[in-house]
């Protein structure tokens, strides 16, 4: 399955837009395969206008965000893999989203049959009564 953050990004960003605030993104500029002026990065971030009245040829993609903006008066590629987005939010209210810091997203576990999976919970032969690894349960708490 692909991942959602590509279409959060979008959706945060057309929320933004339709508010009529400026949307700006927090980038992990220590990320593999990042694009962005150095000498604007603070901490091994960085923070973007992504306004379209700020930059040029501003693409969302399902990889990564790219555009070309002017810092310090000379135009800059500015290339952003979509794991290396750290937040999304509005510049005039700082409402978006922030997003957990991961090289990709979490694998999988494989795939069971449905009956598989009901003798592990039942403690049949095949599971022996063991839980799933990384399987959610829920704990109650007085």
């Known amino acids: 399955m692909t991942s959602t953050r590509p279409y959060l990004i979008r959706a945060f960003y057309d929320w933004i837009i339709d508010n009529d605030c400026t949307p700006h993104i927090v980038v992990n500029a220590g990320f593999l395969g990042v694009e962005v002026p150095e000498e604007y990065v603070e901490g091994g971030q960085i923070v973007l206008n992504i306004a379209l009245t700020a930059v040029q040829g501003l693409r969302l993609g399902g990889e990564a965000i790219e555009f070309q903006a002017r810092f310090g008066g000379?135009?800059?590629?500015v290339y952003a893999p979509i794991f290396s987005i750290l937040a999304i939010y509005a510049k005039e209210n700082g409402r978006g989203m922030v997003f957990a810091e991961e090289d990709s997203d979490p694998p999988l576990p494989p795939a069971e049959s449905f009956s598989d999976?009901?003798?592990?919970e039942a403690g049949g032969s095949k599971g022996e009564g063991k839980r799933f690894p990384g399987r959610p349960h829920l704990t109650v708490v007085k």
């Open 74 to 77: 000379q135009v800059r590629r």
């Open 117 to 120: 999976a009901k003798e592990k």
